[in-house]
């Protein structure tokens, strides 16, 4: 099981205090059974609730804390960690091209890690040949990113923002959740401006902070107190996108998307198994979606 809805919240509020008491970030003397994802003691060898062996505990520095690289930035769990490198890859894919495109033209590359924009369109940008059939733009487009400031900008929160929802539902909701408000986000995005090209993260995380706060309203206080703060963020990406011409309409429709799934989707694990085999279908569904998109993709190439 994992670590209950409340009590994750209520860690979530434990830490904030801490912090804001103290300037300093607690350390755990606690940590999740790798089977049952029950809280234990972090030196257990066996966990006391399901009986199975717990492996050794992972080494860390005495200024570390446990599921952060150096203190600072989030260690993003399984999912999270396959959608950033896949996002990290299709940014180098996309630079290199960029970097061979304008050799070629004998004019300088953009600056500050930019991507040509026909090297976006080449590689799957949401654009208006969705229209035409070419479905797979919707998803391709979610992993492509216009310079170094900007899939940094979103890598950043997605590493931020991943592991929660992951802790708070599982890695297969997460991954269809992830997949549906990115494409949510393009469809809105694609009605807004049909004729506009863009790319990018940030509807489908967008998506996740709307998951994050749809769950919290289940929550009372702990959950108005959570769900104030992921606000923040969405006023604070808002604000980005207008001084920076960004999707907005991708934005708000991963965020509206999101909100939606939170609200009405249990969190946790399934608790029946066909409940569970529906989940582990779709997240299946959900990978050969994106496949897919990618092998359209690159038969297209020229």
Avoid at 63 to 84: C, D, K, Q, Y
Avoid at 95 to 122: C, F, H, K, S
Avoid at 206 to 212: D, K
Wanted: charged share 10%; hydrophobic share 50%; glycine share 10%.
């Amino acid at each position: 099981m994992p670590l209950p809805p409340k009590l994750w919240f209520q860690w979530q509020r434990l830490k904030k205090i801490f912090v804001t008491e103290t300037g300093t970030t607690p350390t755990s003397t606690v940590r999740m059974c790798p089977h049952c994802r029950a809280l234990i003691d972090r030196g257990a060898k066996v966990c006391p609730l399901c009986g199975e062996a717990t492996g050794p505990v992972r080494a860390r520095g005495s200024n570390s804390t446990p599921g952060r690289i150096m203190g600072v930035i989030p260690i993003p769990t399984t999912a999270t960690s396959v959608v950033v490198v896949a996002n990290l890859a299709l940014y180098v894919l996309s630079w290199y091209m960029t970097q061979n495109t304008e050799a070629a033209q004998l004019y300088g590359a953009p600056t500050m890690g930019g991507i040509d924009a026909n090297v976006l369109m080449r590689l799957g940008a949401k654009a208006p040949y969705i229209l035409a059939g070419q479905w797979w733009r919707l998803v391709t487009a979610m992993f492509l990113h216009a310079g170094l400031l900007h899939i940094g900008m979103n890598m950043w929160c997605l590493v931020d923002l991943g592991p929660q929802v992951e802790s708070l539902f599982n890695t297969t909701k997460f991954t269809v959740f992830y997949l549906v408000t990115g494409i949510a986000g393009f469809l809105l995005s694609l009605w807004w401006s049909p004729m506009g090209m863009s790319v990018g993260a940030s509807g489908a995380i967008m998506g996740l902070i709307g998951v994050l706060i749809g769950a919290s309203y289940h929550h009372g206080q702990l959950g108005k107190d959570f769900r104030s703060n992921l606000w923040k963020w969405v006023l604070y990406i808002a604000i980005f996108g207008i001084f920076f011409a960004a999707d907005n309409a991708a934005h708000f429709g991963g965020l509206a998307c999101g909100l939606a799934l939170g609200y009405l989707i249990p969190e946790g694990e399934p608790t029946t198994r066909p409940s569970e085999n529906l989940w582990n279908a779709l997240a299946v569904l959900s990978v050969l979606v994106i496949a897919a998109s990618f092998v359209m993709m690159t038969l297209q190439l020229k």
